[in-house]
């Protein structure tokens, strides 16, 4: 094949040179700068340099003319190529490449070009092909870029309809050793160049942004499988665009902290404003990454190198690798993000975002409003519920439910393994906590303890049983205890939205039952709670205690409290909901995969959660005992984790019958001996495979550690 590369002395084209040579290929590299990168490659007898610019028309038609298949990279690139010569941008990436399009068209030349995720302009988050873009003012020549590789894309598209064939490939920040000079450029570069330069690592407006670097040798292999399969006519590739990337993000403060380590780098970093490092116009996209899954459904892709191994390559090549990591070990030692037990994701959309503004612009963002009434509807429709009432946090919810069933003064029996927020409600609800224990391999409320306190105490009104981590406990034999003695039955679920049983999405034996909308949990609403009963005078009720205890008449008005959901609060609802049984299917292959792993570990090491027959939990929260931890210590064990890169948190902790309030007044013992081990691990609604990969070997290393 003879292949022509536009951009061939740049950094991604240059990549590719070196592979079409060894496959016998002939090659011409067009460039307007210098072929210092090909420098290596000298004296190849298939290898073709021309110095030219893609806007010279007629050298184009002839370069194009001579090849069977087009690469397509000439460009300028660079946030400060955009701010500083915004014309010459729009030219050669749009007038360049309209003359490489017309060229290939005219002589039937199949073509791949380099687009970018600069292409989907100020749109945010996980960013799938067919994801609307939004732009910039058109005043701020920032974006000159984007618009310029959209202008690109929409070309190739109107070309096809008149016979050219195109692959577009949307980069992600590939980076490698001859991205740029040291200082210059990109930020890997520009870090490169201060850690050369023994200079603070410059972090733009806090360093907060967040994005997938790609090591150059994955985004070429993906590159050159894309290029095969579209001269073999493949029309799965055929007049389409793929992200290629990895995903595994991190923040540019991050990054620098990665890098400073790999280099034993001692000044630093430095906090910058983005407009005085870039120049007037800057604006930052603050969270892109890549959706992989076209590439991967048609070429089976993955990038292989990791960050941490492809920068400690790229430190290497400049001599500037701390030689502790020249062993090849960065990937293992280098300090990486710490993952979080807990990471709350949301949806950004323009959906969303319109929603909030329109609510906004109405003036209609609380009391009842439009969106909260819909995320309320919706809500019903998705749990097949007979009633519903939002409310402005569990916890609300929980103490207006008690307050709505008017019992009088009592006990109400709730086990000591669970939130604060749970004994709050019934203390001001005015009962007394009675605290009962768990059941030693569930971690739910004891039944068989609760029959214990409701042979021994006369005055309950209330039993509150708690869903622990998505499990349900045992709700049909505390229901029957409930009822021997005329007490009414809470069902805490603040952990449970997305949890079946039976292949119901709320419990049948509950007087009323209450879900967490929270930012920490399954789904999320940033803040909410949910109430269920199939008694709608209960929610009247409940509904009034929230909106200040209000009564139509107002002169039948009591004390109550402001417990409303807002519509902004709705809005966000609403756009999780759409995603929710997608997010939640992720959230159960994530859990199961890390069960098995603790599960594969010896009981020396490791207990998870019993799941009850017929339960399908949300997977709220991935909890084990960790056997060892008596001995070693659970804060050693805690540590130990978190060396490795992963938080452990103790959750519930402490139990509420250890608070100096009630100590030394219950006999807790199955709550007392799983809280000397039970720690919970990292579980997202979305992690990648790396950050699986590295709670898994913490999971085994600090198994092994404590319990060889």
């Known amino acids: 094949m003879k292949a022509l590369v536009t951009g061939g002395g740049g950094f991604i084209g240059s990549s590719l040179v070196g592979p079409l040579l060894e496959n016998g290929d002939a090659v011409t590299c067009l460039d307007i700068s210098s072929f210092d990168r090909l420098t290596p490659l000298a004296g190849k007898p298939k290898l073709r340099l021309v110095q030219g610019d893609v806007l010279d028309g007629r050298l184009i038609d002839e370069l194009v003319g001579e090849s069977d298949f087009v690469f397509h990279f000439a460009a300028v690139v ?18 360049g490449t309209r003359n490489v399009f017309h060229a290939c068209l005219k002589h039937g030349r199949p073509i791949l070009f380099a687009s970018s995720s600069e292409a989907y302009g100020k749109s945010e988050g996980d960013l799938d092909e067919a994801a609307d873009r939004r732009y910039g003012n058109t005043a701020n ?6 618009v310029s590789k959209a202008a690109g894309e929409t070309y190739a598209v109107a070309l096809a309809r008149q016979g050219l064939k195109f692959v577009a490939v949307r980069y992600f920040n590939v980076y490698g050793p001859l991205l740029d000079a040291p ?7 520009k870090f490169v160049g201060c850690i050369r330069d023994k200079k603070p690592l410059p972090l733009v407006d806090g ?12 985004a070429a292999a993906a590159t050159l499988g894309l290029s095969r399969r579209l001269a073999a006519g493949d029309e ?6 793929f992200n290629v990337g990895r995903r595994e993000p991190v923040s540019m403060r991050d990054l620098a902290r990665m890098m400073i380590d790999l280099s034993g780098h001692r000044e630093g970093v430095a906090e910058r404003p983005g407009r005085d490092f870039f120049g007037a116009g800057f604006e930052e996209i603050p969270y892109r990454m890549p959706d992989l899954e076209a590439i991967k459904n048609v070429l089976g892709f993955e990038a292989k190198v990791d960050l941490a191994t492809g920068l400690a390559k790229v430190l290497g090549h400049w001599g500037l ?14 300090r990486r993000a710490i993952i979080p037990f807990v990471r709350p994701y949301f949806e950004p959309t323009p959906e969303l975002a319109g929603a909030i503004q329109q609510s906004l612009r109405s003036g209609r963002v609380t009391n009842a409003g439009p969106l909260a009434k819909r995320f309320e509807t919706a809500l019903a429709e998705y749990l097949e519920a007979p009633h519903v009432a939002l409310v402005s946090s569990a916890s609300n919810g929980l103490l207006l439910a008690l307050r709505a069933l008017d019992l009088g003064a009592g006990a109400a029996v709730l086990p000591a393994f669970t939130y604060i927020s749970t004994l709050s409600a019934v203390v001001h609800a005015g009962l007394k906590p009675i605290f009962c224990d768990i059941d030693p391999r569930r971690w739910t409320m004891s039944p068989a303890h609760l029959d214990e306190i409701l042979s ?12 622990v981590y ?3 406990p045992d709700l049909e034999r505390i229901a029957a205890a409930a009822e021997r003695v005329n007490a009414v039955l809470v069902y805490d679920n603040a952990h449970g939205f997305g949890t079946e049983t039976n292949s119901r999405r709320i419990a049948a034996e509950p007087t009323v039952e209450i879900f967490g909308l929270h930012a920490t949990k399954v789904f999320p609403s940033v803040e909410g709670g949910l109430m269920v009963s199939r008694d709608d005078r209960l929610l009247d009720e409940a509904r009034r205690l929230s909106n200040h205890g209000l009564a139509s008449d107002p002169l039948d008005s009591t004390p109550g409290f402001n417990a409303k959901m807002s519509d902004l609060h709705a809005a966000v609802g609403l756009n999780t909901l759409k995603t929710f049984p997608q997010a939640l299917e992720r959230r159960r292959a994530y859990a199961e995969r890390l069960r098995r792993v603790l599960s594969e570990e010896t009981t020396a090491r490791y207990e998870v959660q019993e799941i009850p027959e017929g339960v399908r939990p949300n997977h709220q929260n991935l909890a084990a005992l960790c056997r060892f931890s008596p001995k070693a210590g659970i804060e050693e064990t805690i540590a130990a984790f978190l060396a490795h890169g992963v938080e452990a948190r103790r959750y519930f902790w402490p139990p509420l019958h250890q608070l100096r309030l009630y100590r030394n007044r219950d006999s807790l013992p199955q709550t007392d001996e799983a809280c000397k081990q039970l720690l919970c691990l990292p579980l997202h609604n979305r992690m990648e495979e790396e950050t699986l990969r590295r709670v898994e070997e913490a999971i085994r290393r600090v198994g092994r550690r404590f319990a060889p």
């Open 78 to 95: 660079g946030v400060d190529e955009y701010l500083r010569q915004p014309a010459n941008v729009l030219d050669v990436n749009i007038l």
């Open 141 to 146: 020549t920032r974006w000159c870029y984007a």
């Open 183 to 189: 200082g210059s450029g990109r930020v890997v570069s």
């Open 207 to 218: 360093g907060e942004a967040v994005r997938c670097l790609c090591y150059i040798d994955d």
């Open 236 to 241: 799965a590739v055929t007049n389409r665009a």
């Open 321 to 334: 690798l701390d030689p502790a990591y020249e062993s090849g070990n960065a990937a293992t030692s280098v």
């Open 456 to 467: 021994r105490e006369p005055d309950v009104k209330a039993v509150l049983p708690v869903n």
């Open 470 to 472: 998505g499990v349900p």
